[in-house]
Protein backbone atom coordinates (compact mmCIF):
# COMPACT_ATOMS: atom_id res chain seq x y z
CA UNK A 1 0.00 0.00 0.00
CA UNK A 2 0.86 3.62 -0.47
CA UNK A 3 0.23 7.02 1.10
CA UNK A 4 -2.40 8.68 -1.40
CA UNK A 5 -2.61 11.69 0.73
CA UNK A 6 -1.80 13.48 3.72
CA UNK A 7 -4.25 16.03 5.46
CA UNK A 8 -3.22 18.49 8.06
CA UNK A 9 -5.42 21.52 9.71
CA UNK A 10 -4.64 23.90 12.63
CA UNK A 11 -0.94 22.25 12.23
CA UNK A 12 1.89 24.76 11.67
CA UNK A 13 1.24 27.29 8.81
CA UNK A 14 -1.88 25.22 7.39
CA UNK A 15 -4.75 26.93 9.47
CA UNK A 16 -8.26 25.53 9.56
CA UNK A 17 -9.17 27.68 6.72
CA UNK A 18 -6.42 26.66 4.73
CA UNK A 19 -5.70 23.32 5.54
CA UNK A 20 -3.10 20.82 3.60
CA UNK A 21 -4.48 18.46 1.26
CA UNK A 22 -1.73 16.93 -0.58
CA UNK A 23 -2.44 14.55 -3.29
CA UNK A 24 1.01 11.67 -3.22
CA UNK A 25 1.90 9.82 -6.04
CA UNK A 26 3.07 6.09 -5.46
CA UNK A 27 6.77 6.92 -5.91
CA UNK A 28 9.05 9.65 -5.64
CA UNK A 29 7.33 12.81 -4.64
CA UNK A 30 9.23 15.94 -5.34
CA UNK A 31 8.50 19.70 -2.45
CA UNK A 32 10.73 22.65 -4.18
CA UNK A 33 9.84 26.10 -3.03
CA UNK A 34 11.61 29.05 -1.28
CA UNK A 35 11.80 28.92 2.54
CA UNK A 36 9.47 29.40 5.27
CA UNK A 37 6.81 27.89 2.05
CA UNK A 38 5.97 25.02 4.16
CA UNK A 39 7.80 22.41 3.11
CA UNK A 40 8.99 21.07 6.12
CA UNK A 41 6.18 21.06 7.58
CA UNK A 42 4.46 19.20 5.29
CA UNK A 43 7.42 16.51 5.74
CA UNK A 44 6.61 16.54 9.70
CA UNK A 45 3.30 16.07 9.38
CA UNK A 46 3.48 11.99 8.66
CA UNK A 47 6.16 11.69 11.15
CA UNK A 48 3.64 13.06 13.95
CA UNK A 49 0.68 10.46 12.70
CA UNK A 50 2.89 7.51 11.83
CA UNK A 51 6.30 7.72 14.19
CA UNK A 52 9.17 7.26 12.25
CA UNK A 53 12.21 4.28 12.58
CA UNK A 54 15.28 5.47 14.81
CA UNK A 55 16.12 7.54 17.74
CA UNK A 56 13.44 10.30 17.07
CA UNK A 57 11.15 10.80 20.08
CA UNK A 58 8.39 13.10 18.42
CA UNK A 59 5.41 14.73 20.37
CA UNK A 60 3.88 17.88 19.42
CA UNK A 61 4.14 20.86 21.60
CA UNK A 62 1.97 24.05 21.46
CA UNK A 63 4.34 25.50 19.23
CA UNK A 64 3.46 22.62 16.63
CA UNK A 65 -0.32 24.62 16.28
CA UNK A 66 -1.20 27.48 13.80
CA UNK A 67 -1.37 31.01 14.69
CA UNK A 68 -3.66 33.33 13.46
CA UNK A 69 -2.53 36.64 11.99
CA UNK A 70 -4.63 38.22 14.96
CA UNK A 71 -1.94 36.30 16.75
CA UNK A 72 -4.02 33.75 18.25
CA UNK A 73 -3.57 30.20 18.76
CA UNK A 74 -5.94 27.67 17.93
CA UNK A 75 -6.76 25.03 20.05
CA UNK A 76 -7.01 22.27 18.15
CA UNK A 77 -4.77 20.18 15.30
CA UNK A 78 -5.53 17.26 12.75
CA UNK A 79 -3.15 15.61 10.91
CA UNK A 80 -4.72 12.39 8.57
CA UNK A 81 -2.38 10.26 6.24
CA UNK A 82 -4.78 7.98 3.75
CA UNK A 83 -3.20 4.38 2.81
CA UNK A 84 -4.40 3.10 -0.32
CA UNK A 85 -3.67 -0.23 -2.77
CA UNK A 86 -3.72 -1.96 0.08
CA UNK A 87 -2.37 -5.83 -0.69
CA UNK A 88 -5.23 -8.60 -0.13
CA UNK A 89 -3.11 -9.52 2.89
CA UNK A 90 -2.59 -6.39 4.70
CA UNK A 91 -6.31 -5.70 3.81
CA UNK A 92 -6.96 -8.94 6.26
CA UNK A 93 -4.31 -8.33 8.47
CA UNK A 94 -5.57 -4.24 9.06
CA UNK A 95 -9.18 -4.59 8.20
CA UNK A 96 -11.01 -3.48 11.49
CA UNK A 97 -8.68 -0.15 10.61
CA UNK A 98 -10.19 0.06 7.39
CA UNK A 99 -12.70 2.29 6.38
CA UNK A 100 -14.90 0.61 3.04
CA UNK A 101 -15.18 3.67 1.11
CA UNK A 102 -17.72 3.06 -1.86
CA UNK A 103 -16.05 -0.32 -2.49
CA UNK A 104 -12.38 0.77 -1.84
CA UNK A 105 -10.65 -0.20 1.29
CA UNK A 106 -8.66 2.69 2.62
CA UNK A 107 -6.84 3.09 5.65
CA UNK A 108 -7.02 6.38 7.51
CA UNK A 109 -4.23 7.12 9.90
CA UNK A 110 -5.43 10.22 11.70
CA UNK A 111 -3.77 12.17 14.99
CA UNK A 112 -6.10 14.58 16.80
CA UNK A 113 -4.83 17.14 19.23
CA UNK A 114 -5.72 19.90 21.50
CA UNK A 115 -3.96 22.44 23.37
CA UNK A 116 -4.97 22.39 26.72
CA UNK A 117 -3.81 25.92 29.13
CA UNK A 118 -3.55 25.11 32.75
CA UNK A 119 -5.19 26.66 35.60
CA UNK A 120 -1.63 27.88 36.72
CA UNK A 121 -0.74 28.94 33.27
CA UNK A 122 0.85 26.57 31.06
CA UNK A 123 0.18 24.96 28.01
CA UNK A 124 0.26 20.91 27.47
CA UNK A 125 -1.32 18.91 24.63
CA UNK A 126 -3.45 16.00 25.04
CA UNK A 127 -3.23 13.91 21.47
CA UNK A 128 -5.04 10.94 20.23
CA UNK A 129 -4.33 8.46 17.44
CA UNK A 130 -7.24 6.20 15.84
CA UNK A 131 -8.29 5.14 12.25
CA UNK A 132 -11.34 6.41 10.31
CA UNK A 133 -11.50 9.42 8.06
CA UNK A 134 -12.72 11.98 11.36
CA UNK A 135 -10.28 9.61 13.60
CA UNK A 136 -13.53 8.10 14.57
CA UNK A 137 -12.44 4.51 14.28
CA UNK A 138 -10.21 2.23 16.58
CA UNK A 139 -7.41 3.40 18.04
CA UNK A 140 -4.02 2.84 16.61
CA UNK A 141 -2.12 0.10 18.32
CA UNK A 142 0.81 -2.90 18.23
CA UNK A 143 1.09 -4.35 14.93
CA UNK A 144 -0.29 -1.95 12.77
CA UNK A 145 1.39 0.94 14.58
CA UNK A 146 5.03 -1.18 13.97
CA UNK A 147 4.13 -1.46 10.64
CA UNK A 148 3.25 2.03 9.50
CA UNK A 149 6.65 3.64 10.79
CA UNK A 150 8.10 5.61 8.18
CA UNK A 151 11.97 5.90 7.77
CA UNK A 152 12.92 9.54 8.01
CA UNK A 153 16.49 11.20 7.11
CA UNK A 154 16.95 14.87 8.45
CA UNK A 155 18.89 17.18 7.12
CA UNK A 156 22.45 18.29 7.48
CA UNK A 157 22.85 14.42 8.96
CA UNK A 158 25.74 12.92 10.71
CA UNK A 159 25.59 10.25 8.25
CA UNK A 160 29.19 8.61 9.88
CA UNK A 161 27.72 8.52 13.29
CA UNK A 162 24.77 6.74 11.80
CA UNK A 163 27.20 4.01 9.95
CA UNK A 164 29.14 3.72 13.22
CA UNK A 165 29.12 0.88 15.45
CA UNK A 166 27.91 1.12 19.00
CA UNK A 167 24.49 0.67 21.59
CA UNK A 168 21.38 0.91 19.25
CA UNK A 169 23.52 2.02 16.17
CA UNK A 170 21.28 2.48 13.22
CA UNK A 171 23.65 0.34 11.44
CA UNK A 172 22.56 -2.58 13.26
CA UNK A 173 19.06 -2.04 13.17
CA UNK A 174 19.03 -1.58 9.37
CA UNK A 175 20.82 -5.15 9.69
CA UNK A 176 18.62 -6.38 12.04
CA UNK A 177 15.77 -6.02 9.71
CA UNK A 178 16.70 -6.96 6.56
CA UNK A 179 15.48 -10.14 5.62
CA UNK A 180 19.09 -11.61 4.88
CA UNK A 181 20.26 -11.53 8.34
CA UNK A 182 16.89 -13.50 9.43
CA UNK A 183 18.71 -16.73 9.50
CA UNK A 184 21.94 -15.44 10.42
CA UNK A 185 20.98 -15.03 14.23
CA UNK A 186 21.25 -18.87 15.23
CA UNK A 187 23.65 -21.63 14.81
CA UNK A 188 23.50 -23.40 11.37
CA UNK A 189 21.91 -26.92 11.65
CA UNK A 190 23.93 -30.27 10.98
CA UNK A 191 25.54 -30.15 7.26
CA UNK A 192 24.31 -26.38 6.37
CA UNK A 193 26.62 -23.50 6.15
CA UNK A 194 27.96 -21.91 9.25
CA UNK A 195 25.56 -18.57 10.12
CA UNK A 196 27.12 -15.02 10.99
CA UNK A 197 26.62 -16.51 14.68
CA UNK A 198 29.07 -19.40 14.15
CA UNK A 199 31.88 -17.21 12.28
CA UNK A 200 31.78 -14.90 15.33
CA UNK A 201 31.45 -17.26 18.06
CA UNK A 202 34.47 -18.76 16.28
CA UNK A 203 36.28 -15.19 15.80
CA UNK A 204 35.31 -14.91 19.52
CA UNK A 205 37.17 -18.10 20.57
CA UNK A 206 40.41 -17.44 18.53
CA UNK A 207 40.45 -14.18 20.32
CA UNK A 208 40.48 -15.72 23.69
CA UNK A 209 42.74 -18.21 22.93
CA UNK A 210 45.00 -16.00 21.65
CA UNK A 211 48.20 -16.23 24.20
CA UNK A 212 48.33 -12.33 24.96
CA UNK A 213 44.93 -11.77 25.27
CA UNK A 214 45.01 -14.45 27.88
CA UNK A 215 48.34 -13.03 29.50
CA UNK A 216 46.27 -9.61 29.35
CA UNK A 217 43.15 -11.31 31.39
CA UNK A 218 45.04 -13.18 33.53
CA UNK A 219 47.42 -10.04 34.92
CA UNK A 220 43.51 -8.30 35.33
CA UNK A 221 42.47 -11.00 37.01
CA UNK A 222 44.92 -11.87 39.33
CA UNK A 223 46.60 -8.63 40.16
CA UNK A 224 43.68 -6.31 40.47
CA UNK A 225 40.07 -8.27 40.43
CA UNK A 226 41.03 -11.26 42.82
CA UNK A 227 42.07 -8.56 45.33
CA UNK A 228 38.84 -6.62 45.00
CA UNK A 229 36.33 -9.68 45.42
CA UNK A 230 34.31 -10.87 48.35
CA UNK A 231 35.01 -14.38 49.22
CA UNK A 232 31.35 -15.64 48.09
CA UNK A 233 31.68 -13.61 44.90
CA UNK A 234 34.97 -13.84 43.09
CA UNK A 235 34.97 -11.18 40.28
CA UNK A 236 36.37 -12.68 36.83
CA UNK A 237 36.94 -10.99 34.25
CA UNK A 238 36.83 -12.41 30.00
CA UNK A 239 38.64 -10.60 27.15
CA UNK A 240 36.98 -10.91 24.28
CA UNK A 241 34.66 -9.81 21.41
CA UNK A 242 32.04 -9.58 23.36
CA UNK A 243 29.46 -11.41 20.97
CA UNK A 244 28.31 -13.80 23.78
CA UNK A 245 25.23 -11.73 24.21
CA UNK A 246 22.15 -11.47 21.99
CA UNK A 247 22.08 -11.24 18.14
CA UNK A 248 21.36 -7.51 18.37
CA UNK A 249 24.41 -6.96 20.52
CA UNK A 250 26.60 -8.81 17.55
CA UNK A 251 24.96 -6.42 15.17
CA UNK A 252 25.64 -3.69 17.11
CA UNK A 253 29.96 -4.56 16.31
CA UNK A 254 29.05 -3.74 12.85
CA UNK A 255 30.38 -0.79 10.79
CA UNK A 256 29.85 0.10 7.03
CA UNK A 257 32.30 2.35 5.13
CA UNK A 258 33.82 3.14 2.22
CA UNK A 259 37.14 1.20 0.91
CA UNK A 260 40.22 3.74 0.32
CA UNK A 261 39.89 5.80 -2.82
CA UNK A 262 41.91 3.83 -5.49
CA UNK A 263 45.92 4.01 -5.55
CA UNK A 264 45.53 3.78 -1.57
CA UNK A 265 45.79 0.71 0.74
CA UNK A 266 44.98 2.51 4.22
CA UNK A 267 41.01 3.40 5.43
CA UNK A 268 41.04 7.07 5.76
CA UNK A 269 37.83 8.84 6.70
CA UNK A 270 35.56 9.99 3.54
CA UNK A 271 34.09 13.41 2.95
CA UNK A 272 30.87 14.42 4.58
CA UNK A 273 29.00 13.62 0.78
CA UNK A 274 30.12 10.18 0.28
CA UNK A 275 29.18 9.14 3.99
CA UNK A 276 25.65 10.27 3.34
CA UNK A 277 25.54 8.21 0.01
CA UNK A 278 26.60 5.76 1.58
CA UNK A 279 24.10 5.85 4.51
CA UNK A 280 20.78 6.82 2.06
CA UNK A 281 21.47 3.49 0.39
CA UNK A 282 21.89 1.55 3.73
CA UNK A 283 18.44 3.10 3.97
CA UNK A 284 16.73 2.43 0.61
CA UNK A 285 18.29 -0.86 0.72
CA UNK A 286 15.87 -1.79 3.76
CA UNK A 287 12.75 0.01 2.70
CA UNK A 288 13.02 -1.68 -0.44
CA UNK A 289 13.34 -5.64 0.60
CA UNK A 290 11.95 -5.81 4.05
CA UNK A 291 8.70 -7.37 3.89
CA UNK A 292 6.75 -6.20 6.99
CA UNK A 293 6.76 -2.62 6.49
CA UNK A 294 5.63 0.58 4.53
CA UNK A 295 8.58 1.61 2.26
CA UNK A 296 7.72 5.35 2.71
CA UNK A 297 10.53 7.37 3.45
CA UNK A 298 10.88 11.18 4.39
CA UNK A 299 13.65 12.82 3.04
CA UNK A 300 15.08 16.74 3.68
CA UNK A 301 17.86 18.30 1.16
CA UNK A 302 19.35 15.42 0.55
CA UNK A 303 21.85 17.83 -1.72
CA UNK A 304 23.97 18.80 1.76
CA UNK A 305 27.41 18.23 1.29
CA UNK A 306 26.97 16.59 -2.38
CA UNK A 307 28.62 17.37 -5.43
CA UNK A 308 26.33 18.28 -8.28
CA UNK A 309 27.10 15.81 -10.49
CA UNK A 310 26.34 13.34 -7.13
CA UNK A 311 23.03 15.15 -6.77
CA UNK A 312 22.19 13.89 -10.42
CA UNK A 313 23.30 10.07 -9.74
CA UNK A 314 21.70 10.16 -6.82
CA UNK A 315 18.32 11.35 -8.72
CA UNK A 316 18.47 8.81 -10.71
CA UNK A 317 19.14 6.36 -8.34
CA UNK A 318 16.23 7.47 -6.31
CA UNK A 319 13.77 7.34 -9.27
CA UNK A 320 14.86 3.45 -10.20
CA UNK A 321 14.17 2.95 -6.33
CA UNK A 322 10.82 4.67 -6.12
CA UNK A 323 9.65 3.17 -9.69
CA UNK A 324 7.40 0.15 -10.20
CA UNK A 325 8.96 -3.41 -9.41
CA UNK A 326 8.59 -5.25 -12.53
CA UNK A 327 6.48 -8.77 -12.22
CA UNK A 328 8.81 -11.53 -11.17
CA UNK A 329 11.62 -9.03 -9.01
CA UNK A 330 11.88 -9.13 -5.73
CA UNK A 331 11.37 -6.27 -3.40
CA UNK A 332 8.73 -3.48 -2.70
CA UNK A 333 8.21 -0.16 -4.76
CA UNK A 334 9.56 2.90 -2.22
CA UNK A 335 7.23 6.00 -1.95
CA UNK A 336 9.13 9.47 -0.89
CA UNK A 337 8.61 12.57 0.01
CA UNK A 338 11.96 14.71 -0.95
CA UNK A 339 12.33 18.40 -0.26
CA UNK A 340 15.00 20.44 -2.04
CA UNK A 341 16.46 24.26 -2.80
CA UNK A 342 19.19 22.21 -5.37
CA UNK A 343 17.80 23.30 -8.95
CA UNK A 344 20.28 20.42 -9.84
CA UNK A 345 17.88 17.72 -8.15
CA UNK A 346 14.83 19.65 -9.52
CA UNK A 347 16.13 19.36 -12.90
CA UNK A 348 17.41 15.79 -12.90
CA UNK A 349 13.14 14.51 -11.58
CA UNK A 350 10.57 13.94 -13.87
CA UNK A 351 8.37 17.18 -13.80
CA UNK A 352 5.10 15.34 -12.81
CA UNK A 353 6.75 14.46 -9.27
CA UNK A 354 7.49 17.83 -8.46
CA UNK A 355 5.26 19.94 -5.89
CA UNK A 356 5.71 23.59 -6.21
CA UNK A 357 5.01 24.95 -2.21
CA UNK A 358 4.34 28.64 -2.42
CA UNK A 359 3.11 30.16 0.33
CA UNK A 360 1.61 27.31 2.51
CA UNK A 361 -0.27 25.85 -0.53
CA UNK A 362 0.80 23.23 -2.99
CA UNK A 363 0.88 23.24 -6.50
CA UNK A 364 1.40 19.66 -7.82
CA UNK A 365 2.62 19.81 -11.37
CA UNK A 366 1.36 16.51 -12.34
CA UNK A 367 -0.32 16.23 -15.63
CA UNK A 368 -3.61 17.41 -15.91
CA UNK A 369 -3.15 20.33 -12.95
CA UNK A 370 -1.07 22.82 -14.95
CA UNK A 371 -1.67 24.17 -18.72
CA UNK A 372 1.26 22.30 -19.77
CA UNK A 373 0.51 19.79 -22.62
CA UNK A 374 1.65 15.90 -23.09
CA UNK A 375 4.46 17.39 -25.43
CA UNK A 376 5.18 19.66 -22.88
CA UNK A 377 6.50 17.76 -20.41
CA UNK A 378 8.27 15.69 -22.88
CA UNK A 379 10.25 19.15 -23.70
CA UNK A 380 11.39 19.80 -20.31
CA UNK A 381 12.41 16.86 -19.33
CA UNK A 382 15.08 16.88 -21.75
CA UNK A 383 16.07 21.01 -21.47
CA UNK A 384 14.91 21.54 -17.87
CA UNK A 385 18.35 21.80 -16.70
CA UNK A 386 19.63 23.17 -13.54
CA UNK A 387 20.36 26.68 -14.83
CA UNK A 388 16.80 26.84 -15.77
CA UNK A 389 15.47 24.70 -12.87
CA UNK A 390 16.16 27.73 -10.24
CA UNK A 391 12.45 29.38 -11.28
CA UNK A 392 11.24 26.46 -8.84
CA UNK A 393 13.06 28.90 -6.18
CA UNK A 394 11.73 32.11 -7.59
CA UNK A 395 9.52 34.67 -5.68
CA UNK A 396 9.53 35.87 -9.29
CA UNK A 397 10.29 35.25 -12.93
CA UNK A 398 11.71 36.48 -16.34
CA UNK A 399 11.32 34.23 -19.34
CA UNK A 400 13.57 35.85 -21.58
CA UNK A 401 14.36 34.29 -25.06
CA UNK A 402 18.57 35.12 -25.51
CA UNK A 403 21.62 35.92 -23.97
CA UNK A 404 21.67 39.75 -24.46
CA UNK A 405 17.68 39.63 -22.37
CA UNK A 406 19.46 37.53 -19.46
CA UNK A 407 22.62 39.81 -19.14
CA UNK A 408 20.30 43.08 -19.35
CA UNK A 409 17.48 43.12 -17.78
CA UNK A 410 19.38 42.19 -14.16
CA UNK A 411 21.63 45.18 -14.87
CA UNK A 412 18.22 47.36 -15.75
CA UNK A 413 16.41 46.37 -12.49
CA UNK A 414 19.29 47.12 -10.28
CA UNK A 415 19.46 50.94 -12.18
CA UNK A 416 15.72 51.27 -11.24
CA UNK A 417 16.52 50.63 -7.95
CA UNK A 418 14.45 47.01 -8.00
CA UNK A 419 17.55 44.55 -8.02
CA UNK A 420 16.43 40.97 -8.90
CA UNK A 421 18.66 39.52 -6.62
CA UNK A 422 17.14 41.83 -3.20
CA UNK A 423 13.58 40.66 -5.02
CA UNK A 424 14.43 36.90 -5.41
CA UNK A 425 13.30 37.17 -9.09
CA UNK A 426 15.40 34.37 -10.83
CA UNK A 427 15.47 35.09 -15.30
CA UNK A 428 15.65 32.22 -17.28
CA UNK A 429 17.14 31.69 -20.63
CA UNK A 430 14.88 29.41 -22.94
CA UNK A 431 16.81 30.48 -26.03
CA UNK A 432 14.50 30.43 -28.24
CA UNK A 433 10.18 31.50 -28.97
CA UNK A 434 9.28 28.81 -26.44
CA UNK A 435 9.12 30.95 -23.81
CA UNK A 436 5.43 29.28 -22.95
CA UNK A 437 6.56 25.95 -22.13
CA UNK A 438 8.40 27.09 -19.00
CA UNK A 439 5.32 29.70 -18.16
CA UNK A 440 2.34 27.07 -18.19
CA UNK A 441 4.43 25.22 -15.41
CA UNK A 442 2.70 28.23 -13.14
CA UNK A 443 -0.50 28.42 -14.82
CA UNK A 444 -3.60 25.73 -13.31
CA UNK A 445 -6.52 24.29 -15.07
CA UNK A 446 -8.32 25.40 -12.47
CA UNK A 447 -7.15 29.03 -13.04
CA UNK A 448 -6.00 28.72 -9.51
CA UNK A 449 -3.41 31.64 -9.59
CA UNK A 450 -0.35 31.05 -8.29
CA UNK A 451 1.36 33.70 -6.34
CA UNK A 452 4.76 34.31 -8.31
CA UNK A 453 4.50 36.70 -11.07
CA UNK A 454 6.13 35.62 -14.41
CA UNK A 455 7.19 38.35 -17.04
CA UNK A 456 7.50 36.87 -20.99
CA UNK A 457 9.60 39.31 -22.57
CA UNK A 458 9.48 38.46 -26.18
CA UNK A 459 10.38 40.24 -29.51
CA UNK A 460 8.24 41.84 -31.04
CA UNK A 461 10.10 40.77 -34.40
CA UNK A 462 8.70 43.77 -36.96
CA UNK A 463 11.31 46.07 -38.28
CA UNK A 464 10.31 49.69 -38.62
CA UNK A 465 9.70 50.96 -42.03
CA UNK A 466 13.81 52.73 -41.89
CA UNK A 467 15.07 49.11 -41.65
CA UNK A 468 13.44 48.16 -45.30
CA UNK A 469 17.07 48.31 -46.87
CA UNK A 470 19.05 46.60 -44.04
CA UNK A 471 16.46 43.11 -43.45
CA UNK A 472 15.69 43.59 -47.74
CA UNK A 473 12.75 42.93 -49.63
CA UNK A 474 11.80 39.79 -48.51
CA UNK A 475 11.10 40.96 -44.77
CA UNK A 476 7.69 42.96 -44.56
CA UNK A 477 8.37 46.13 -42.45
CA UNK A 478 5.76 47.89 -39.90
CA UNK A 479 4.28 50.03 -42.74
CA UNK A 480 3.71 46.96 -44.97
CA UNK A 481 1.40 44.88 -42.52
CA UNK A 482 -2.08 45.43 -42.78
CA UNK A 483 -4.13 45.84 -39.50
CA UNK A 484 -5.79 42.79 -39.04
CA UNK A 485 -2.36 40.89 -39.24
CA UNK A 486 -0.66 43.07 -37.06
CA UNK A 487 -3.38 42.86 -34.20
CA UNK A 488 -3.53 38.69 -34.43
CA UNK A 489 0.33 38.91 -34.28
CA UNK A 490 0.38 41.17 -31.23
CA UNK A 491 -2.56 38.66 -29.99
CA UNK A 492 -0.29 35.64 -30.35
CA UNK A 493 2.97 37.66 -28.06
CA UNK A 494 0.49 37.38 -25.92
CA UNK A 495 -1.75 34.64 -25.69
CA UNK A 496 0.08 33.09 -23.21
CA UNK A 497 -1.09 35.38 -20.39
CA UNK A 498 -3.23 34.53 -18.10
CA UNK A 499 -2.90 33.67 -13.72
CA UNK A 500 0.34 35.08 -12.49
CA UNK A 501 1.83 35.38 -16.16
CA UNK A 502 1.81 38.34 -18.18
CA UNK A 503 3.53 38.97 -21.52
CA UNK A 504 5.61 42.30 -22.37
CA UNK A 505 6.56 42.05 -26.00
CA UNK A 506 9.32 44.27 -26.89
CA UNK A 507 7.70 47.52 -28.42
CA UNK A 508 9.35 47.45 -31.41
CA UNK A 509 11.89 45.11 -33.39
CA UNK A 510 14.15 43.76 -30.34
CA UNK A 511 15.51 44.64 -27.23
CA UNK A 512 18.54 46.33 -28.41
CA UNK A 513 16.35 47.93 -30.99
CA UNK A 514 14.28 49.50 -28.55
CA UNK A 515 17.27 50.57 -26.36
CA UNK A 516 18.48 52.19 -29.22
CA UNK A 517 15.54 53.96 -30.15
CA UNK A 518 15.66 56.00 -26.44
CA UNK A 519 17.42 59.54 -27.36
CA UNK A 520 18.82 58.70 -23.65
CA UNK A 521 19.88 55.96 -24.52
CA UNK A 522 21.19 56.11 -27.66
CA UNK A 523 24.71 56.92 -27.59
CA UNK A 524 25.14 53.92 -24.85
CA UNK A 525 23.82 51.47 -27.08
CA UNK A 526 26.35 52.84 -29.73
CA UNK A 527 29.45 52.78 -27.55
CA UNK A 528 28.37 49.30 -26.11
CA UNK A 529 28.15 47.93 -29.92
CA UNK A 530 31.09 50.16 -31.47
CA UNK A 531 33.50 48.47 -28.41
CA UNK A 532 32.02 44.70 -28.62
CA UNK A 533 32.78 45.35 -32.68
CA UNK A 534 36.30 46.72 -32.11
CA UNK A 535 38.05 49.68 -33.97
CA UNK A 536 41.74 49.23 -35.17
CA UNK A 537 44.40 51.23 -32.92
CA UNK A 538 41.49 52.79 -30.63
CA UNK A 539 41.65 51.99 -26.84
CA UNK A 540 37.93 51.60 -25.19
CA UNK A 541 38.08 55.38 -23.69
CA UNK A 542 38.76 56.94 -27.49
CA UNK A 543 36.26 54.29 -29.19
CA UNK A 544 33.50 55.65 -26.03
CA UNK A 545 33.99 59.26 -27.21
CA UNK A 546 33.97 58.36 -30.92
CA UNK A 547 30.97 56.42 -30.64
CA UNK A 548 29.60 59.07 -28.60
CA UNK A 549 30.44 61.99 -31.25
CA UNK A 550 28.48 60.14 -34.23
CA UNK A 551 25.54 59.91 -32.40
CA UNK A 552 25.66 63.69 -30.89
CA UNK A 553 25.93 63.94 -35.08
CA UNK A 554 22.97 62.32 -35.91
CA UNK A 555 20.51 63.51 -33.23
CA UNK A 556 21.53 67.15 -34.41
CA UNK A 557 20.49 65.90 -37.90
CA UNK A 558 16.33 66.87 -38.48
CA UNK A 559 16.45 64.90 -41.77
CA UNK A 560 16.90 61.48 -39.26
CA UNK A 561 14.28 60.18 -37.32
CA UNK A 562 15.05 57.92 -33.48
CA UNK A 563 14.13 54.92 -36.15
CA UNK A 564 16.81 56.17 -38.30
CA UNK A 565 19.28 56.68 -35.49
CA UNK A 566 18.26 53.24 -34.48
CA UNK A 567 18.91 51.25 -37.47
CA UNK A 568 22.24 52.88 -37.71
CA UNK A 569 23.28 51.48 -34.69
CA UNK A 570 21.81 48.50 -34.90
CA UNK A 571 22.78 47.42 -38.27
CA UNK A 572 26.64 45.77 -36.87
CA UNK A 573 23.77 43.43 -34.53
CA UNK A 574 21.96 42.54 -37.15
CA UNK A 575 24.48 41.93 -39.72
CA UNK A 576 26.18 39.66 -37.04
CA UNK A 577 29.22 41.72 -37.12
CA UNK A 578 29.44 41.80 -33.13
CA UNK A 579 27.93 39.54 -30.94
CA UNK A 580 24.66 40.24 -29.03
CA UNK A 581 25.59 38.85 -25.91
CA UNK A 582 29.18 40.77 -26.20
CA UNK A 583 27.09 43.93 -26.96
CA UNK A 584 25.06 43.28 -24.05
CA UNK A 585 27.81 42.94 -21.54
CA UNK A 586 29.45 46.02 -22.58
CA UNK A 587 26.63 47.95 -22.17
CA UNK A 588 25.17 46.47 -19.10
CA UNK A 589 28.46 47.91 -17.60
CA UNK A 590 28.28 51.30 -19.02
CA UNK A 591 24.82 51.67 -17.55
CA UNK A 592 26.39 50.56 -14.27
CA UNK A 593 28.58 53.46 -14.44
CA UNK A 594 26.31 55.84 -15.27
CA UNK A 595 26.03 58.90 -12.48
CA UNK A 596 21.62 58.44 -12.72
CA UNK A 597 19.75 57.82 -9.42
CA UNK A 598 16.69 55.70 -9.98
CA UNK A 599 14.39 57.85 -10.88
CA UNK A 600 16.59 59.91 -13.38
CA UNK A 601 17.35 56.46 -15.09
CA UNK A 602 13.70 54.84 -15.22
CA UNK A 603 12.39 57.32 -17.75
CA UNK A 604 15.17 56.45 -20.06
CA UNK A 605 13.67 53.28 -20.74
CA UNK A 606 10.91 51.90 -22.71
CA UNK A 607 7.54 51.46 -20.70
CA UNK A 608 7.27 47.63 -21.49
CA UNK A 609 11.02 46.98 -19.85
CA UNK A 610 9.58 49.32 -16.67
CA UNK A 611 6.22 47.73 -16.35
CA UNK A 612 8.09 44.13 -16.47
CA UNK A 613 10.78 44.92 -13.50
CA UNK A 614 8.22 46.50 -11.06
CA UNK A 615 5.53 43.32 -12.00
CA UNK A 616 8.33 40.85 -10.97
CA UNK A 617 9.68 43.19 -8.34
CA UNK A 618 6.10 43.20 -6.39
CA UNK A 619 5.99 43.27 -2.66
CA UNK A 620 5.85 39.48 -2.01
CA UNK A 621 2.15 38.16 -2.74
CA UNK A 622 1.05 41.37 -4.93
CA UNK A 623 0.86 38.67 -7.73
CA UNK A 624 -1.84 37.34 -6.00
CA UNK A 625 -2.99 40.05 -4.71
CA UNK A 626 -4.81 43.93 -6.39
CA UNK A 627 -2.10 44.06 -8.98
CA UNK A 628 -2.24 40.25 -9.69
CA UNK A 629 -6.35 40.87 -10.35
CA UNK A 630 -6.05 44.24 -12.36
CA UNK A 631 -3.05 43.05 -14.44
CA UNK A 632 -4.69 39.10 -15.43
CA UNK A 633 -8.15 39.72 -13.63
CA UNK A 634 -7.41 36.02 -12.05
CA UNK A 635 -9.10 36.50 -9.10
CA UNK A 636 -7.12 37.20 -5.43
CA UNK A 637 -6.66 33.88 -4.65
CA UNK A 638 -5.99 33.12 -0.63
CA UNK A 639 -2.97 34.28 0.97
Excluded at 202 to 213: D, H, I, L, R, T
Excluded at 312 to 327: D, H, K, N, S
Amino acid sequence: MHISEIHASGFRCFGPDSPLSLKLRRGLNILVGPNDSGKTAIIDAPRFVLWTRGDDFLRLDPGDFHVKPDATKVGDLFIRCTFESLTPDEEARFLEWCSNEAGTLRLHVCLRASLRIAAGGGESVITQYRAGRNADGLPLEGDLREYLKSTYLRPLRDAERELRSGRRSRLSRILGALPAMSSQAAPAQLGQPETLRDTMNQANANVEANPAVQAVQSDVNTSYLEALSFADDPLVATLGLGVKGSFDQLLERFELYLNPSSGRAVRLTRGLGYNNLLFMAAELLLLQSHPDQVPFLLLEEPEAHLHPQHQTLFMQVLERRAAPIAAGEAGQQVQVVLSTHSPQLAAGANLDAVVMVLGHKVFPLAEGMTKLEADDYAFLRRFLDATKANLFFARGLVIVEGDAENILLPALAAKIGRPFGKHGVSIVNVGHRGLFRYSRIFQRTDDTVVPVPVALVPDRDIPPDAAAELVGGDRQTQGQWDAVALTEHMRNLSKHSGGAVRAFPSEQWTLEFDLARQPALASLVHQAVQIGKGRANRTRTQIIEEARAEVDAWQADDARTVDDIAVLIFTPLHKKHVSKAVVAEQLAALIEELPDDAAAFRVKLPAYLVTAIEYVTATPGAAAGEEQAAVADAGTPPA
